[in-house]
C-alpha cells in the first residue's frame, strides 16, 4: 500500500528514510534531506509501485534492468 501512495504516513516516512540514503549513495540525491523529499514525492504519487511492477516484468523477462 505504501509503495502505490495509500497506507499508513509512518510507514512511508520509514520507507522514505532508507530510500533517502541509497538515493544519496547512488548520486541522485545531494543529501538525505534532499533524498527523503524525493523518495516521499515518488512514494505520494503512487510511482514507487509503478517502477516495482516494471521491474518485476524485466527481472522476468531476461532483459537488462539497468543495474549494476
Known sequence: ???????EEAHRA???VNAAALLMLGG????L???YELAQAVLKSGRAWSRLERFAVL???GEDVGIG
Not at 500500500?1 to 497506507?7: I, K, W
Not at 541522485?28 to 543529501?31: E, G, K, L, T, V
Request: without cysteine.
Open 59 to 61: 527481472s522476468r523477462s
Open 1 to 7: 500500500a505504501a509503495l502505490a501512495g495509500e497506507g
Open 33 to 35: 534531506a534532499q533524498g
Open 14 to 16: 520509514a520507507i522514505a
Open 28 to 31: 541522485q540525491a545531494d543529501s
